[in-house]
């Protein structure tokens, strides 16, 4: 006899997980072990959000029919990245081959990636420098003379390749690499190459700065649409997962003695932004752009973004999350580690584009640059994908497991009597600017590999 299928829920909010006497409240987490609070998530079929969450892909999905596997393959750069990794799991799951270049084999995300049997591993930087004992900063904004174009890696790793999913980053000259790849692209053919960009502020209004990492990825689009490659731009939002409570500069999540988290950054508390949880959410929205192909999505912009919060609504969510206060701060972007020239130089423009003199949240200019496509969140992301994690659910289920692979030990069980034991909160000490981290600032890209104390290889906003 036929089956029903299961129908899809669309309506259902994101709810804690039920604690051992099957209630839940929305300002504890709940505690699944004996040791640490958060030691599954919405990934594990034992979970107990498998029965609640429309997030989890076990749940409230129709029956599905056998089908053929995909051929085609996706060439992807920078694989170690948050969105690329994201792609690479859920595409080479249901059968997709991939060409990923990966700058090096370090840090658990390449060894996910260069472990995986669909995946064809190209390693090496997407720049060469003409002399080796040239040692200036490739990730500084503008002409980088002696630094050319890795032409050989890129030709091979499209080599095979129907689509592409391409986030440049800034270690190299950008725009270079951006051209370089584009034009690869379409001498092999390439039947659709999803590019991650980002707006030139300036393109929208002369009174804006351009942001200097931003910019380069909207000179490479407009190359892009030049050309005439078959293309979809996304524009993705702010990382749920660029929150930590280590002292990074921007979104750090500082942990203060009482227990409580305080986040300052330039943003208007009353200003909306867009939020995305990229390891989450990132390669389910793409792969069905690849699914519905060109003929659909060609030449278009995608919002790629869940959620549309103020700070003060982010705090919120992460307090619900968390279980504990969370306070949102308006203040200046302070950089008390090291970081690449690239990264200082997006900060600065940061501030000036987020002016803490701006008092009117109407007057802030959009993330996005513009303000029709940042009006399409979360409309655009959720036709692609319908189930996001959102912030409330990324600090309730990720945020601490993060936290602790990076040494902290706030989220650890609670003492006698239940109450936090704060004074015993700890984590490793935090690296202060220009103080040596074993030469290591110029990993940095766009994925999380937790090392330590280091957040390794980070290109934030991109």
């Known amino acids: 006899m036929p089956t029903n299928p299961i129908p899809i829920r669309t309506d259902l909010p994101v709810r804690p997980a039920p604690t051992e006497n099957g209630t ?33 892909s076990l749940s409230f999905r129709p029956l599905k029919r056998s089908t053929p596997s995909p051929d ?31 700058r090096n084999l370090e840090g ?49 790793l499209f080599s095979g390749a129907q689509l592409a999913f391409i986030n440049t980053t800034f270690y190299g000259n950008e725009v270079q690499i951006g051209k370089a790849i584009a034009d690869v692209a379409k001498k092999a053919g390439v039947q659709h190459y999803v590019y991650s960009s980002m707006p030139d502020h300036a393109a929208y209004n002369p009174e804006w700065p351009s942001i200097p990492l931003w910019a380069a990825k909207h000179k490479v689009e407009d190359y892009v649409r030049q050309i005439g490659l078959p293309a979809t731009f996304v524009y993705t939002g702010i990382y749920n997962n660029n929150f930590t409570s280590l002292l990074y500069p921007l979104f750090c999540m500082e942990l203060k003695p009482d227990g409580s988290f305080e986040w300052q950054a330039p943003f208007h508390p009353d200003a909306k932004l867009p939020w995305l949880d990229a390891e989450h959410d990132v390669g389910p ?46 203040g200046p972007i302070e950089v008390r580690v090291k970081i690449p020239t690239g990264y200082r130089e997006q900060l600065e423009g940061l501030g ?80 202060v600017e220009g103080e040596d981290d074993d030469g290591d600032d110029d990993s940095f890209d766009e994925g999380l590999v937790m090392r330590g104390l280091k957040r390794d290889e980070e290109a934030w906003l991109a």
């Open 24 to 56: 839940s409240s929305p300002k504890s987490p709940a505690v699944y072990g004996t040791r640490h609070k958060h030691t599954r998530s919405s990934y594990s079929e034992s979970s107990p959000l498998t029965a609640v969450s429309r997030n989890n």
């Open 72 to 102: 085609k393959t996706i060439a992807v750069i920078n694989s170690s990245g948050r969105q690329a990794a994201s792609l690479i799991r859920i595409a080479t799951a249901v059968g997709y081959k991939v060409r990923a270049q990966l």
């Open 108 to 156: 658990v995300i390449a060894t996910e990636v260069s472990s995986n049997p669909n995946v064809t591993v190209l390693v090496g930087e997407l720049y060469l420098r003409n002399q080796p004992d040239d040692e200036q900063d490739v990730t500084a904004n503008g002409h980088l003379p002696g630094i050319v174009v890795n032409k050989q890696l890129i030709s091979e």
């Open 285 to 330: 929205a793409i792969l069905q752009l690849f699914k519905d192909g060109p003929r659909k999505w060609n030449g278009k912009r995608i919002a790629l973004a869940y959620e549309y919060l103020t700070p003060l609504e982010a705090c919120e969510a992460f307090e619900r999350g968390l279980g504990r206060p969370v306070l949102y701060r308006r």
């Open 352 to 431: 000036k584009l987020f002016s803490l003199s701006n008092n009117d949240p109407r007057k802030q200019p959009p993330y996005f640059g513009d303000a029709e496509l940042e009006q399409r969140c979360p409309d655009d992301a959720l036709a692609l994908w319908e189930g996001p994690r959102g912030l409330e659910e990324y600090a309730r289920e990720i945020f601490p497991l993060e936290e602790e692979a990076n040494g902290m030990t706030w989220m650890l069980e609670e003492g006698e009597g239940g109450a936090l034991a704060f004074e015993d909160v700890t984590g490793p000490p935090p690296l």
